[in-house]
């Protein structure tokens, strides 16, 4: 099951991070991923909204739906719950990975350092998420971080946006990128989701760009 999650995720070769204040707003955005040609959403528990917000996007069933920011093991039940398919956390906490994987549920916990991939190395998992990657020294980190872990593969996040994500792409090593900048609240503030579509779209293009 993980492995077709990250097959997906690797052929999109972009998340989408969304922290939603309103679940009314949850189908709207999806049907701008979906438009754009980026059928994925990373749902942050960063907002109350977040476990209804998968649960309509999940109905939907023409998107690939994860929930992130998942700090303990009973967002990963509600996660779960709502329909989300996959788990993404900021750090590696063994007791939510494990749980995690106790429910058969993917999870990609987030590593900035060689003993937290150890630590995931561990756990039997293969990809985990490279997080703050900008702030943590960008693509050369990463690059020395993986190279000792040929088994381990990257979905870098954080301060990753147009001028960078195609960098981190070229890396054999990573899945894809994290990244809010098509998914702004900005952009559907005044309740028209069609900003969205187009910096989607304009996003979806220029990662296709990298073989």
């Known amino acids: 099951m993980s492995h077709d999650i990250y097959k ?10 969304i922290a939603l204040d ?14 754009g040609g980026l059928p994925v959403a990373e749902v942050t528990f960063r907002t109350a909204a977040a476990a209804e917000s998968i649960r309509i996007m999940a109905d939907r069933g023409d998107l690939l739906v994860g929930a992130g920011t998942v700090l303990t093991t009973e967002q990963v ?9 996959f788990i993404v956390s900021p750090g590696f906490n063994p007791k939510v990975v494990a749980h995690a994987i106790d429910q058969g549920i993917p999870i990609c916990p987030g590593v900035c350092t060689p003993s937290d991939v ?12 490279f997080f703050p990657a900008e702030a943590f020294g960008g693509l050369a980190t990463l690059k020395a971080i993986a190279a000792p872990y040929k088994q381990m593969r990257f979905i870098p996040t954080g ?6 994500v195609c960098d981190y792409l070229a890396f054999s090593r990573v899945v894809a990128c994290g990244g809010s900048w098509m998914v702004k609240p900005e952009l559907y503030a005044d309740g028209s989701f069609g900003q969205v579509e187009q ?13």
């Open 77 to 85: 039940d509600q996660a779960q719950a709502a329909g989300a398919q």
């Open 8 to 17: 997906q995720l690797g052929q999109h070769r972009l998340v989408p991070v």
């Open 199 to 211: 910096v989607v779209a304009e996003a979806v293009a220029l990662v296709q760009k990298v073989s």
């Open 118 to 129: 150890e630590a995931a190395i561990e756990q039997g998992l293969e990809v985990v998420k």
């Open 159 to 164: 301060g990753i946006g147009p001028g960078n």
């Open 22 to 35: 309103q679940a009314s707003d949850a189908d709207p955005l999806a049907a701008a991923l979906v438009a």
